[in-house]
């Protein structure tokens, strides 16, 4: 089974330009998370999607960051424009429908924000 | 919101047991969780406990739940070189299907 699949892996922008950053979850899950580590942190969620709709995005700068997930696969996280304090890893995460690890969020290896 | 907390960091010599503690926040949390997170790479489940359940063991791990203080302890028995990375503790938001609210991740030494 393929892993969750994020790019790119790295991105160094200056502030107040924009990012744009893609996830493509396991085959099959319905549930996707984005979450930011920013160093030192743990990672915090920014919003939650089940099938192509939105679960939970409370904690989601609106102001400057849009999440979508239009066919309920692929999810691109904007930001825009980008803050110095925006530097940190993008981390994407999906879980199953249902089944045997329904419970068990599988992440991937991030994206990793500089803005300078 | 309340934080998880986890101690910053845990030096051990290699063969020994670590020992890595978390406090969480929602004693109505299904499902407590240990991630490993090694330099440059994204998060790997270790193991995670139901909550009606106090203990686990999976191999070296050995997960302890006390609800009633919700404290949750992660024990690696025979800690290897390998072991050497970030712990992160994280506790299942209620109603949110599976979100996860982490803690501030424990850094694990390991030296020879």
């Known amino acids: 089974e393929a892993g969750v699949a994020q790019s790119p892996r790295y991105k160094i922008i200056e502030k107040r330009q924009s990012v744009a950053f893609w996830c493509n979850p396991i085959s099959g899950h319905a549930t996707l998370y984005w979450y930011q580590q920013i160093l030192g942190q743990g990672p915090k969620l920014l919003i939650q999607?089940?099938?192509?709709?939105?679960?939970?995005d409370s904690q989601l700068p609106k102001d400057r960051f849009s999440a979508e997930r239009l066919k309920g696969v692929d999810s691109t996280l904007k930001i825009q424009p980008a803050k110095l304090e925006d530097s940190a890893v993008y981390l994407c995460?999906?879980?199953?429908?249902?089944?045997?690890?329904?419970?068990?969020?599988?992440f991937g290896a991030g994206s990793r924000l500089t803005v300078l | 919101g309340e934080d998880v907390e986890q101690s910053l960091f845990l030096s051990v010599r290699e063969g020994d047991s670590s020992v890595i503690n978390c406090t969480y926040t929602d004693s109505s949390s299904t499902y407590l969780y240990w991630y490993k997170q090694e330099p440059g790479a994204g998060l790997q489940l270790l193991t995670y406990i139901f909550s009606n359940m106090d203990m686990k063991q999976d191999q070296r791990l050995t997960v302890l739940l006390n609800k009633k203080d919700k404290h949750l302890s992660l024990r690696i028995a025979d800690t290897q070189t390998g072991d050497s990375a970030i712990y992160f503790c994280a506790e299942s938001i209620p109603n949110s299907g599976y979100a996860l609210n982490f803690g501030k991740g424990t850094s694990l030494l390991v030296t020879p």
């Open positions: 995460a999906s879980i199953p429908r249902g089944g045997a690890g329904a419970n068990v969020l599988t």
């Open positions: 999607f089940q099938n192509n709709g939105v679960v939970d």
